[in-house]
Structures are given as C-alpha cells and as structure tokens.
C-alpha cells in the first residue's frame, strides 16, 4: 500500500510540474523581428473598444501605414505625410509587443503597448488586454 500511495504521490507531483509548451511562431521568439515581417502598405480595418464596443475605425479612414526595417513607420493621407516610429518588445512568455509613438492627431490614439495576435502578408492583428482595445490593419 505504501508504494502504492508513494508511486501516485510521485505521479501527481510530475504531472503538476510537467507543463504543455505550444510552439510559438517565428516572430514571437528571439530569432527573428517584426520588422522583418511586416511589408507593404496596411490600412486600418479595425480600431475599436472590446468593452465599450466603441469603434474608432472610420477616424484612419484613407491612412496607409508603411513600417520600415529602422523602426519608423510612414503615414501616407491625402498627399500629407505623417512620421512616427515603433519598437518591439519581448514580454512575458516571449510574446510580442509592438509600441507605437505618433505625434499627431488622431495617430496619437495608437501610441502605447500593443499585444501581437497575428502577423502576416495580409494583416496586423493587435489588441491591449489591459484595455480592451484591438488594432487591426489589412495590407492595401
């Protein structure tokens, strides 16, 4: 009986310890960069407020995003021409985060920390878990 219980004790304590690591994709590990990931042209198709269900989209309405390799990113509307910059930053678990800086309004509204759900040839797809806010952009 005293194995027995000794074996199960050893069994819990083993399981309990054990944990299931999911692979992550290549962006969210240190081998690679976002910059090197995000190319083209993007337009914001989403900026909105899970928990107040506030939508903001139509504010970016005719902004292109352009993400150079260096960090900047340029802002093309109506012939005027808008700078800002992001950097990327592991966090916990080596996620992602993207942390964008813009000084001029309504661009400002994206400055902050950005969680990255997904990223490809087709779209950004951010959100701020602290806020409720998703950013989403679709490759123009």
Same mark, same amino acid.
């Given at each position: ?7 199960? +004790?050893?069994?819990?304590?083993? +399981?309990?310890?054990? =944990?299931? !690591?999911?692979?992550? #994709?290549?962006?969210?590990? @240190? =081998?690679? $960069? ?10 914001? =198709?989403?900026?909105? *407020?899970? *928990?107040?269900?506030?939508?903001? =989209?139509?504010?970016?309405? &005719? ?18 021409? %808008?700078? &800002?910059?992001? +950097? !990327?930053?592991?966090?916990? &678990?080596?996620?992602? !985060?993207?942390?964008?800086? %813009? $000084?001029?309004?309504?661009? @400002?509204?994206? *400055? &902050? @920390? ?16 602290? +806020?409720?806010?998703?950013? !989403?952009?679709?490759? #123009?």
């Amino acid at each position: 009986m005293k194995k027995l219980i000794s074996f199960l +004790t050893i069994a819990v304590i083993f +399981t309990i310890s054990c =944990t299931r !690591e999911i692979p992550l #994709q290549n962006y969210y590990n @240190n =081998t690679a $960069d976002v910059s090197s990931l995000i190319d083209g042209n993007f337009a914001i =198709t989403n900026f909105s *407020n899970l *928990n107040s269900y506030a939508d903001s =989209t139509s504010k970016f309405n &005719g902004y292109v995003f352009s993400f150079g390799s260096d960090g900047k990113v340029i802002v093309v509307k109506d012939n005027q021409i %808008f700078g &800002g910059s992001y +950097t !990327e930053s592991h966090v916990s &678990g080596n996620n992602l !985060e993207l942390i964008f800086y %813009f $000084d001029n309004d309504p661009l @400002n509204y994206l *400055n &902050g @920390n950005w969680w990255i759900k997904s990223i490809s040839d087709a779209s950004i797809d951010l959100g701020d878990a602290s +806020t409720g806010d998703v950013l !989403e952009f679709s490759a #123009q």
